[in-house]
């Protein structure tokens, strides 16, 4: 099943290097004075969490189904799912800066936690077993319960000590660098880099042209 998205979820690029942090990076240019949403409906959210790895197709389908069955609970619940990817954001950018964390933060992070953790069970086949989400009923919150579970394992790993935010003024992305030297400064080189690159070539020459 199709389900509707906008161009940019399509296209853009994974950078972060982990599940939960490429979902928390759906805001462009969000350090800036014009944060740009790009998750404007709930089958963007579902879209945009199976393009991460966090949805499997056939969880995104069977949510998509209740969300137009149910379009007001559907848009109540996308809500609730940007105030749980903001308070994500802002602990782990605190993270990078050294911040201590913001007890309401931790708390909306932490009342989506328990309810993945509440609907966890074991799944056995041929290839062995594997902790997944229940079978209950379905619940539009369900959709976050796989973003809840990897960003607790990734904040308690420790690839979080590699979590950077790119070197832009105005970006916001988050990051794990794993790059040899541990200097990666940009979210991608060939964009926030760039640009960076031809501000300071434009001011050198500006420079240059006033001497």
Known sequence: ME??????????EL????AAVDFVNSVSERAGPNPGEQLHSYPEL??????CG??????????YGLSRRQPEAAAAALQSALHFRDAAWRLLAGTVRGHAPA???LTEVNRVIRGALAHLELIGDANGYRLASSGAQADFEQALWPAARSLA?????????ALRLCASDTCGWLFVDRS???????????????????????SRRSGSAGA
């Open 54 to 63: 966090l949805l499997s197709p056939d969880e995104a389908a069977k949510l």
């Open 3 to 12: 389900i509707p998205h906008s161009e940019w979820l399509a296209r853009i």
């Open 103 to 105: 007890g309401a933060d």
């Open 180 to 202: 040899r030297n541990k200097m990666r400064r940009w979210c991608r080189m060939d964009d926030c880099g760039n640009r960076a690159k031809q501000r300071r070539h434009r």
């Open 15 to 18: 950078i972060a290097g982990d």
């Open 46 to 51: 579902l879209y945009w969490l199976r393009r």
């Open 153 to 161: 394992a990734f904040m308690t790993s420790a690839d979080v000590g």
